[in-house]
């Protein structure tokens, strides 16, 4: 698993590494894609990043961003959940069985990857109050594969 956490760090810092322009006219293909892959979202927004084209957006009431390139190849979405409810019930239980499940939770997201797994990712922190920037907050993140038998990975 520790392998996952590796390509998920590299990947987010190759798609949101510098080099990016707001608001941006996407390629055909890639609006295609989008469209055909989200055809409920609203709210769409482009940006490009390096060589990939992101689309924010919203879709059953959850924010969402896609990557694509310009041939409208899709690499990676992620949606921010808002509530643990919106959890595969594996999950869930790997979270509530874990020494986490007392903690705060801050932010989850689901990484659904090109020709790779789905995993879901759980900001905790031990105390509510602590503030992002306080230096004593302790967060910890929890890379949570839904295949077969959850594992948690924890990034410091």
């Given amino acids: 698993m520790n392998l996952y956490a590796l390509f998920f760090g590299l990947a987010l ?7 990016n322009d707001d608001s941006v006219t996407p390629d055909p293909q890639a609006r295609q894609a989008f469209e055909s892959k989200y055809p409920n979202a609203t709210q769409v927004e482009w940006e490009k990043k390096n060589n990939y084209l992101i689309a924010e957006f919203i879709d059953n ?18 949606t921010e959940l808002t509530h643990t ?11 509530a ?8 939770i801050d932010d989850i997201d689901r990484l659904e990857r090109n020709e790779t ?3 879901y990712v759980i900001e905790v922190k031990k105390d509510k109050r602590l503030r992002s920037s306080n230096s ?18 924890v990034q410091r």
Avoid: H
């Fill in 85 to 95: 409810s919106q959890l595969p019930e594996d999950v869930q239980k790997a979270l």
């Fill in 136 to 153: 004593s907050m302790t967060n910890i993140r929890l890379a949570v594969s839904s295949k077969l038998k959850p594992n948690i990975t």
């Fill in 61 to 78: 009431q959850l924010d969402g961003k896609a990557w694509f390139d310009a041939t409208g190849r899709w690499y990676m979405t992620e």
């Fill in 13 to 19: 810092f190759g798609f949101c590494s510098c080099d």
């Fill in 117 to 119: 797994e789905t995993i």
């Fill in 97 to 104: 069985n874990s020494e986490y499940a007392q903690w705060y």
